[in-house]
């Protein structure tokens, strides 16, 4: 079911918050990054409330300054309220074909975090991994966890 663990300390998150919610708005956000060259991963958009919605999305590390200042400036110019962002965060991840035949996998990993008292500040999931970003101060401690929870042979490997 749960083939390994992976983990990623090199990211950090900005979060766009009350974006105006019509089209065009995440590709606008987008255009500089891409512009810039800048590797996006993990893109988490909100439910749409009162016309306005929160963006959140990882770049790596050593591109976190650029992008929040590309960002800030996309942000001004759509009416945006604010732009946050976070450098101490890593992304772990459960990776395995066998979990998209099996129900309650991402539930299994989010118990597992929470009796740690790990917080999730973001979830990205596919047929075959689940992602979740937390505080990077708790990586060695979810990636062994989730490790000897799923009863895993082989050691965590890093992501990227």
Known sequence: MVSGVAYNKNEA????RRVPDRPGTA????EP???AGIIVDMIVQNTSEDGSTDLTFTVPKADFQKSLK???EVAGQIG???VLGDENISKVSIVGVGMRNHAG???RMFHILAKENINIIMISTSEIKISCVIEDKYTELAVRVLHEAFELESGPTKDR
């Open 13 to 16: 998150r900005i979060t766009v």
């Open 27 to 30: 590709a606008q956000i987008f």
């Open 33 to 35: 990054i891409f512009k």
């Open 70 to 72: 590309l960002v800030s």
């Open 80 to 82: 945006a309220e604010k």
């Open 105 to 107: 996998v991402a539930q």
